[in-house]
């Protein structure tokens, strides 16, 4: 164990990466935490259909905090890592990080908020099937 270890560092691959804008906002010129959900669930479907080869649908999210305001500017870094695959269901851990406008060091990210989402592979009729082609 050394001091990097203590360090609070992004876990999962970087899945999506964008930028917060203005037209983002709400009426009070804040980034609300429904723009962020639906970023993390675009990533968490984009990890789950890469896993399942195909189709997939979020069926829970399961409880989040939001750790501190995602500004105007601010880079966006979503993670994700598949945590347990089940017969027809994935479940993925899906991390936000921001990097502030007015921060120099790309490196410099602060967490922003966490969930777990379980997400199905679906066939072609939207019924679910296995995530593993060749089960039945
Ligand atoms: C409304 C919207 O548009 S939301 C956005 C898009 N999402 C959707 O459309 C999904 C809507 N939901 C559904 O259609 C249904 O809930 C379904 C088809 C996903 C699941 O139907 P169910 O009858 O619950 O199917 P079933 O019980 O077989 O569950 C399927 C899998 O999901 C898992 N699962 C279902 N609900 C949950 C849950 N709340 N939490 C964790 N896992 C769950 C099951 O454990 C199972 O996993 P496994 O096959 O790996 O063992």
Redesign the pocket.
């Known amino acids: 164990m050394n001091e990097l270890d203590d360090i609070p560092a992004p876990r999962g691959q970087l899945t999506l990466k964008l930028v917060a804008n203005r037209q983002d906002t709400n009426f009070h010129g804040d980034i609300p935490g429904g723009w962020l959900v639906g970023h993390m669930d675009q990533a968490a479907e984009l990890a789950a259909g890469r896993e399942a080869h195909g189709r997939t649908?979020?069926?829970?999210i399961e409880a989040m905090d939001f750790l501190c305001p995602v500004r105007v500017g601010s880079m966006v870094n979503i993670f994700t890592e598949i945590r347990e695959i089940?017969?027809?269901?994935l479940k993925i851990d899906v991390e936000v990080w921001s990097r502030s406008p007015q921060e120099r060091d790309p490196n410099e990210l602060h967490k922003v908020t966490e969930a777990r989402f379980?997400m199905?592979a679906l066939d072609d009729k939207g019924r679910?099937r296995a995530v593993r082609q060749g089960e039945a």
């Open positions: 649908a979020t069926v829970a089940g017969h027809s269901s379980v199905v679910i």
